[in-house]
C-alpha cells in the first residue's frame, strides 16, 4: 500500500509500478456479511467496511463510498433503496421547475446522510492512514446530478431548453463545490468529480454545461492542496479532449475505451489516467481471464501517471 504513489499517479508523475484503487463501493458491504441498504447508512459499518476492503485488496487508495445519490438525497431528492446496491433517485424536483422555484438549498453538514458519512471518515481515515491507503472523496458530477434532479428530461433541455438547462446546472454545481469541500474537511487525499452521464452529450455540449460547472469544485480542491480527478463512464471518445481540458490533475475511464488511446491522450495533456480492468466481461461474467485482463491494462497503462482500478 502505497498512498503517495497514488497521489503521484493521479498527478500524472511517474511512479516505481502502477498503484492500484479498486472502487469496491457496496461490494465493501459484501465483504462483512451486511446489507448494502445497512451498511450505507451506518458511520461504523461504512468505516469497517472500507477499511477491512482496503485491507484486504492490498489498495493504495479507496472510496470512503461510491453512491452518487448523496447529493441529490441532500437536497431533497427520495430515494428507494436496496439490499444489494446503492439506492435510486425515485423523486425529481426540477422536473417541471428551476431549482429556485423548487426552493431547493445548497447542502450543509447536516443535511441528507452527511452526517453519517462525516461521522464514517472519521473513524476510517487514522486506519486508511496506518495502512498507507488515501481516502478517496467522490463528488457527485453537475450533469449526473442535474439528471437526478430533473430526470432525464435534462438531456434534451440542454438542446431544447437551454436556458432551464444552464439553471439546473449551475445549482448542480454549486451542489459539488459543496460537498467537495465536505470531503476535503473530512480528510480524503483525493477528491474525484464522478460524471458517467457525461458521456452521452456532444464535445460542444459537454463545453458549455458540464465545463464551467466543474471549475469551482476544481479550485477548491486545488486550493486546499488536495489532488483532483474526474471519472466518466461509457464511450467519451468524442468528449475526451474536453475532459483533458478541465483543470483537473487527471481523469479516469471505463472498460469501454482503448487504453493506449487513453494513455496517449493522458500523457500529451500531462495528466494522470485511470482504468481499465473489464468490470462486467473480466470481473462479473467472467467472459474473459481477470489474470489477463490485468496484464493488458497493467502493459497499456505503464508507470506513467497511470493507475490501476476497474473500468
Not at 489532488?227 to 483533458?244: A, N, Y
Not at 489474470?291 to 501517471?305: C, N, P, Y
Request: net charge negative.
Amino acid at each position: 500500500m502505497a498512498k503517495q504513489m497514488l497521489i503521484d499517479a493521479y498527478r500524472g508523475k511517474r511512479t516505481v509500478s502502477a498503484p492500484w484503487v479498486p472502487y469496491s463501493g457496496v461490494h465493501c458491504a459484501f465483504l462483512i456479511n451486511e446489507k448494502a441498504n445497512a451498511f450505507l447508512q451506518s458511520p461504523e459499518l461504512l468505516a469497517k467496511g472500507v477499511v477491512y476492503t482496503a485491507e484486504k485488496y492490498k489498495a493504495d487508495g479507496i472510496p470512503l463510498l461510491f453512491d452518487l445519490s448523496v447529493e441529490a438525497n441532500s437536497v431533497g431528492c427520495d430515494l428507494k433503496w436496496w439490499e444489494d446496491n446503492v439506492p435510486s433517485v425515485s423523486s425529481h424536483p426540477c422536473s417541471d421547475k428551476t431549482p429556485e422555484e423548487a426552493g431547493l438549498k445548497i447542502p450543509t453538514l447536516d443535511s441528507g446522510r452527511w452526517p453519517q458519512i462525516w461521522q464514517a471518515a472519521k473513524i476510517a481515515k487514522p486506519k486508511l492512514d496506518a495502512l498507507d491507503c488515501a481516502m478517496m472523496g467522490l463528488v457527485c458530477g453537475p450533469l449526473t446530478l442535474a439528471s437526478h434532479l430533473a430526470g432525464v428530461r435534462i438531456f434534451t433541455d440542454v438542446y431544447k431548453h437551454p436556458d432551464f438547462a444552464h439553471k439546473v446546472l449551475k445549482f448542480a454545481g454549486e451542489v459539488c463545490e459543496a460537498a467537495a469541500k465536505f470531503y476535503i474537511d473530512m480528510g480524503c487525499d483525493i477528491v474525484a468529480i464522478v460524471d458517467p452521464v457525461a458521456s452521452q452529450i456532444r464535445d460542444t455540449t459537454f463545453r458549455e454545461f458540464v465545463t464551467p460547472n466543474c471549475q469551482a469544485t476544481i479550485k477548491a480542491i486545488h486550493d486546499a492542496g488536495v489532488t483532483s480527478s474526474f471519472f466518466i463512464c461509457g464511450d467519451c471518445t468524442k468528449v475526451i479532449d474536453e475532459v483533458c481540458s478541465l483543470g483537473t490533475h487527471g481523469f479516469a475511464i471505463d472498460e469501454q475505451l482503448n487504453m493506449n488511446f487513453i494513455r496517449d491522450k493522458a500523457l500529451k495533456a500531462g495528466l494522470g489516467f485511470g482504468g481499465n480492468l473489464k468490470l462486467t466481461l473480466s470481473l462479473s461474467l467472467g467472459l474473459i481471464s481477470p489474470r489477463e485482463d490485468a496484464i493488458v491494462s497493467l502493459a497499456a497503462g505503464g508507470s506513467h501517471g497511470y493507475t490501476f482500478a476497474p473500468g
